[in-house]
C-alpha cells in the first residue's frame, strides 16, 4: 500500500488496528515518517497517527465521496 501518494489528500481507508479491529476512516494525511502516518481523522476530529503497514486499503475522497 502506498499510502505516500495521498499526502495533503482527504482518502478513505480500511484500517487494522492493533487489536485486529477492522475501521474505514476518513482521513486527510499529512506526513509519513518511519512507517507511520500522521492524520487528521475526520469522524474522530482529531490527529492520529496510524501505522502505515495496518492500513488495507486507501482511496481518494472526491467531492464528498470516495471514488
Known amino acids: 500500500m502506498s499510502i505516500e501518494k495521498y499526502i495533503?489528500?482527504?482518502v478513505e481507508v480500511i484500517y487494522e488496528d492493533s487489536k485486529g479491529r477492522i475501521t474505514?476512516?476518513?482521513i486527510t494525511v499529512y506526513s509519513i515518517r518511519d512507517g507511520r502516518a500522521r492524520v487528521?481523522?475526520?469522524g474522530k476530529r482529531s490527529y492520529r497517527t496510524l501505522s502505515v503497514n495496518r492500513i488495507l486499503a486507501a482511496v481518494p475522497v472526491i467531492?464528498?465521496?470516495a471514488s
Open 63 to 65: 467531492g464528498g465521496r
Open 8 to 10: 495533503g489528500r482527504r
Open 24 to 26: 474505514k476512516r476518513v
Open 40 to 42: 487528521l481523522d475526520w
